[in-house]
């Protein structure tokens, strides 16, 4: 009798709408050996039973099976880049069924975001934009004073991870000068480089981007860091008991005060979670010019209810948490599962492993 045929996979994706077409046409050939299929379940619905104890790989969001019926899956990979959502499920604290995150696969649409909003706040788009909807074409007599290009600017990147590589990497390409931060310290070359998993053609896997590094957990390392002068900052921090509320009124002025007067305020960019800074105070910062201006994809809380004052603070640009969203994410995140699943037969470490006892 000859031998049987190998069982195939069966990757088990759940979403909370319909998957588009051309997607699981995509999906289908990046694992041409397993089969394919989809559910859509609302956000945190368990998984049925009868679907689960068919799956021996599951993509999702936010929805899991129970442990007792997720005894074929070999490996559950969330489309979610943070983990914290998912860690008190059963699934997590009752079994050893590795968990990866889609860490990683950010940079490009954020980096694109952020300088977005840096641009059309130098260049006031805007206005412009305006203008355009009133047929009106007029040039402001005060335009070689109001604007201005990035060339020789300072950003600071607080958090310098795959989101804030790919930043670096664009900005560094626009003649700015990088200047990273970690909380921990990054003395050597071969300490900066990035292990993790990075889109092709992007970030800085060696962190040679950056023309000098600082690091710490302490409010005078971040002070130090927010006197150097920046004309941009970028947060780009996970969000923990030490980096909630880490930038209020004092950090703001201090930001500010490293800037010569003969240039414009600094400029604020959030796209890591709206709790890491002080709301309040960055409102009164941009109404007192402290600040020259923020780009916000983020906000505390969210969704912003409509009479919260951060709508009206003068050179505002908000948008509700959609600097990650694109038509590539989805694909991206599945192109990690499928390097892990190489490393699973191979008996290698698994890129973005959840490490059960710390949580991340």
């Known amino acids: 009798m000859g031998e049987a045929p190998p069982v195939k996979d069966h990757l088990l994706i759940s979403y909370g709408s319909k998957l588009p077409h051309w ?3 995509e999906t289908q050939a990046k694992f041409p050996e397993a089969e394919v299929s989809v559910i859509q379940l609302p956000n945190f619905a368990p998984i049925p039973a009868e679907i689960a104890r068919k799956a021996t790989l599951l993509v999702t969001f936010s929805n899991l099976p129970a442990p007792e019926d997720a005894s074929k899956i070999k490996i559950i990979h969330s489309f979610s880049a943070g983990l914290d959502h998912l860690l008190a499920h059963p699934i997590i604290k009752d079994t050893t069924i590795p968990l990866t995150s889609s860490s990683g696969i950010h940079g490009p649409p954020i980096a694109e975001w952020t300088i977005m909003n840096w641009l059309v706040a130098s260049r006031r788009f805007i206005d412009t934009h305006n203008n355009q909807q009133k047929h009106l074409w007029q040039r402001d007599e005060n335009i070689m004073e109001t604007v201005h290009d990035q060339v020789g600017k300072k950003v600071g990147i607080l958090g310098y991870g795959s989101i804030g590589r790919q930043i670096g990497r664009v900005a560094s390409a626009l003649g700015m000068q990088v200047h990273a931060y970690t909380a921990s310290p990054r003395p050597t070359p071969a300490s900066r480089i990035d292990h993790g998993y990075i889109v092709p053609g992007t970030g800085d896997h060696d962190g040679t981007i950056p023309v000098s590094w600082h690091h710490g957990t302490d409010k005078a390392s971040i002070h130090e860091f927010l006197s150097l002068g920046l004309d941009h900052l970028v947060i780009a921090l996970p969000l923990t008991p030490q980096t909630t ?12 005060r490293g800037v010569p007067s003969s240039r414009p305020r600094p400029y604020l960019t959030n796209i890591s979670r709206g709790k ?3 709301q309040a105070a960055l409102v009164a910062a941009l109404k007192g010019g402290v600040l020259s201006g923020a780009a916000l994809d983020v906000a505390d809380p969210e969704p912003l209810p409509a009479d ?3 709508w009206e603070a003068p050179n505002v640009q908000i948008s509700p948490h959609v600097s990650s969203a694109g038509r590539e994410y989805m694909p991206r995140s599945l192109d990690i599962l499928k390097v892990n699943l190489g490393r699973l037969e191979r008996g290698e470490k698994l890129l973005n492993v959840l490490q059960r006892g710390r949580g991340y």
């Open 23 to 25: 997607l699981l046409e």
């Open 245 to 256: 509320r880490l930038l209020g009124a004092e950090e703001f002025e201090i930001l500010s």
């Open 308 to 310: 919260d004052p951060l």
């Open 276 to 278: 890491v800074l002080d």
